[in-house]
């Protein structure tokens, strides 16, 4: 199994154990379109990972990876700062990668980016706000593959 496929299943079942009241949809799940509505208890779409051109030692053969995992969330109108709770939702995903920066050595270093707010625009609804953000794992493997 290649390693980057590895990582993209960790992230997803840390997501899950993190925010299990929310529905998560990853790629595989719906071919990646995000769906029509919000889950009124809110939604987080995780994609298919990138991976950066690796760093390569030739002796013996090692391949250094930069796997970037893009997150986006997205919370329906509540009584709540829309703010507020797109913030909680980025920080219960941040905890247990923080509480574990190596994905239980899966990873040589894991960490996420800064949430990024933007307008998500739902056919026939009202503009709702949403979040992004980037789990990247570093990593390093014998095999390109």
Known sequence: MAKSYEVDQAVSN??????????????DDDGGDRPRRIDPRGTVWLRDG????????????????T???PVEIAAYTSSEPL?????RM??????PIKADRFLGGLVNYIDVTALDLVNINVTGGQTQK???FDIIA????DNPL
């Open 130 to 132: 949403g979040g992004m």
């Open 67 to 69: 796997h970037r995992i």
């Open 90 to 95: 980025a920080t219960m995903i941040a905890a």
């Open 83 to 87: 703010r507020l709770v797109l913030d």
């Open 14 to 27: 840390l997501i899950r154990l993190a925010v299990p009241d929310y529905l998560i949809i990853s790629l």
């Open 50 to 65: 990138e991976l950066a051109d690796p760093d390569i030692d030739l002796s013996p053969p090692t391949y250094h990876y």
């Open 138 to 141: 570093q990593y390093s493997t």
